[in-house]
């Protein structure tokens, strides 16, 4: 069975600092998706993640991906309260795509 | 432009009735997937439609799911005889190409009392 496993699951971070979401996956893929949910909304995309090695960054965010240790990251750089949400990473298998569980972060003023 | 539609955005219903829910894609994405979030949950792929195509449908959680896409546009899925446990919120996406990023629906929010 397929596993994505993000983590932490929770972070609450003070405003200004760095942090990093890790998300591992069980098989091999090179296709990786970050996506950003607010509280009662549905999913924004936020990176597509196609080849190993891939980096995208965009404002204080920026995802990485490791094909060969199934891995990819999400850095946060110097963070604010707007970056407060939920975040899934997605793996794509086949015709299919499979999420983490979501790391809900809170960015604390 | 307009993104991905879905209806209606919250349906209550009793258990043992049947719902249609409905996903109005992005005009020209070829790809139409259906996602389920339970609460606190990530997402569980339920299906996807490739034109008026499903592939795969071993997402589907049960016989009482059934999907169908008509004129490689509007998408509904049904839950027949619902039970409470089917209570979430159902995520529709489109994508321009099989492999491409997905671009999701407001979601329908499903209470099965």
């Known amino acids: 069975e397929l596993k994505v496993e993000q983590n932490p699951l929770f972070l609450s971070m003070q405003e200004g600092k760095n942090y990093t979401i890790y998300c591992n996956y069980s098989?091999?893929?090179?296709?990786l998706y970050w996506y950003r949910q607010d509280p009662g909304k549905s999913l924004e995309s936020l990176f597509v993640?196609?080849?190993?090695?891939a980096v995208k960054q965009e404002g204080r965010l920026m995802a990485s991906l490791d094909t060969k240790a199934r891995l990819s990251t999400l850095h946060i750089t110097a963070a604010v309260h707007d970056l407060s949400a939920t975040y899934f990473c997605?793996?794509?298998?086949?015709?299919?795509?499979?999420f983490g569980t979501g790391t809900s972060l809170t960015v604390i003023p | 432009g307009a993104g991905v539609s879905q209806s209606p955005s919250n349906k209550v219903t009793e258990k043992g009735k049947d719902v249609e829910l409905r996903c109005d894609p992005i005009?020209?994405?070829?790809?139409l997937y259906w996602y389920r979030q339970s609460l606190g949950q990530g997402l569980e792929f339920l299906i996807y439609?490739?034109?008026?195509?499903?592939?795969?449908k071993s997402g589907l959680p049960s016989d009482r799911f059934s999907a169908e896409r008509t004129g490689g546009s509007v998408s509904t899925l049904t839950i027949q005889r619902t039970q409470q446990e089917d209570s979430a919120v159902y995520l529709c996406?489109?994508?321009?190409?099989?492999?491409?990023?997905?671009?999701f629906g407001p979601g329908t929010r499903l209470t099965v009392l």
């Open positions: 005009s020209g994405h070829t790809a």
């Open positions: 997605a793996v794509e298998v086949g015709n299919q795509f499979y």
């Open positions: 996406a489109s994508s321009p190409l099989q492999y491409n990023e997905q671009f």
């Open positions: 993640l196609l080849s190993n090695g």
């Open positions: 439609f490739q034109g008026n195509s499903a592939p795969d």
């Open positions: 098989t091999t893929s090179d296709r």
